[in-house]
């Protein structure tokens, strides 16, 4: 959950500044633009943030399901058979 607080009180933080803008702006078209941007992005990033957490949790389920990989039967065998390798020639 501390993953997701900081950015949710970003977008608290859009909000709260683009209902600022919205009370003062009076008859300012440009604060109220501002402020209409501002309420925009935030909402981009909510719906940025929930399918962040759908794609996470998504992901956590499928490596949780998935079954270890066997291990190599091979891997020892290999390891005791190798041999070091010879000197090389001087040229």
Request: aromatic share 4%.
């Amino acid at each position: 959950m501390g993953v997701v607080r900081a950015p949710v009180f970003g977008i608290i933080g859009l909000l709260c500044a683009a209902g600022a803008l919205i009370v003062f702006a009076g008859d300012s078209m440009a604060l109220k633009a501002t402020a209409l941007a501002l309420f925009g992005v935030a909402c981009v990033v909510a719906v940025s943030l929930v399918f962040l957490a759908i794609g996470k949790a998504e992901d956590a389920e499928r490596e949780a399901s998935k079954p270890p990989p066997p291990p190599n039967p091979h891997a020892g065998e290999a390891a005791r058979r190798s041999r070091p390798r010879p000197p090389r020639r001087p040229t």
